[in-house]
């Protein structure tokens, strides 16, 4: 087994944490089976995202199997590996307190290469919100599984609110209404999709629309508490986040130690959504 090459298919023209996703599934597989791991670098990233900054960010690759350093030697390239193993690839993906074991070497090597200053104060408890809205307002015809409700993630904030009354809230999200109107122009056109966000006066919330991936990310990294999306931009952070993380009830996985769930209380989700009057400018 100790010969067995293991290493994801791609290239998949997709996000970036959600083609490094799919490698760390890959890592964690092989290093609790004994296969051995071998990194695929990044090569073409969705959203415009430059290749070798999402290298120098996650620098997940320092320390792996290089594929070009494996001489003659046959690498299985699998999207889900199929092998008979003693935890299966299911398996991982189910409990996601398999991950616990790896999250030191994890931080070990994203910490080493520069980042974002953070604009944390240490004297809240700092909560970063992802509400995942821009690749579903643009691309898609409907919400889909991908969409969650202003209000899952307005609730789950006074949620914390009643625990803490020191906290304040980091939003970081993309506003592409521009793009959606083209599609939908009946529905986005004078339509301010944050208006709900922006009418709240008694949560210290701050507001971080279309900012840098990188420095969205390492806050919702080194967040106190993590208020997740759907989704890779969020769901990647949440494999080795070291505090709190409250995700839609429902999500793919089902366990973690760290993992809380809450309820989107709006069920029935389509674009009539952003008609409320409260989106209008």
């Not at 320390?63 to 935890?87: D, Q």
């Not at 020191?166 to 339509?191: G, H, M, V």
């Not at 997740?228 to 429902?250: M, Q, T």
Request: proline fraction near 4%; hydrophobic fraction near 35%; charge should be neutral.
């Amino acid at each position: 087994m100790d010969k067995l090459y293991l290493a994801i298919d791609e290239p998949h023209y997709d996000g970036m944490t959600s083609q490094l996703y799919r490698q760390i599934m890959l890592w964690v597989y092989c290093n609790l089976n004994g296969y051995n791991f071998v990194y695929v670098p990044f090569k073409e990233i969705a959203h415009d995202c430059n290749p070798m900054d999402a290298e120098n960010f996650f620098n997940f690759g320092e320390g792996e199997l290089k594929e070009y350093e494996l001489n003659g030697e046959k690498i299985n390239y699998c999207f889900v590996p199929e092998f008979k193993s003693r935890i299966t690839f299911k398996d991982i993906s189910k409990n996601l307190n398999y991950f616990d074991e790896f999250t030191d070497r994890f931080w070990s090597k994203i910490e080493k290469t520069k980042k974002p200053k953070l604009i944390f104060d240490k004297n809240y408890v700092n909560v970063a919100v992802h509400v995942r809205r821009g690749d579903i307002l643009e691309a898609q015809k409907d919400f889909g599984w991908k969409f969650h409700s202003d209000e899952y993630f307005i609730d789950t904030m006074y949620k914390l609110k009643q625990t803490n009354k020191n906290i304040r809230f980091y939003i970081f999200s993309e506003n592409l209404t521009d793009r959606a109107i083209k599609r939908f122009p009946n529905i986005f056109k004078n339509c301010d999709i944050f208006s709900k966000f922006k009418n709240i006066n008694d949560l210290d919330i701050q507001l971080i629309i279309d900012g840098c991936p990188y420095f969205s990310l390492w806050h919702i990294f080194n967040s106190d508490i993590l208020i997740a999306s759907k989704g890779c931009f969020s769901g990647l952070p949440i494999l080795f986040h070291k505090g709190n993380v409250i995700v839609p009830k429902g999500r793919i996985f089902s366990k973690k130690s760290n993992i809380s769930y809450n309820q989107d209380p709006i069920s029935d989700l389509n674009f009539n959504y952003y008609e409320n009057e409260i989106y209008k400018i």
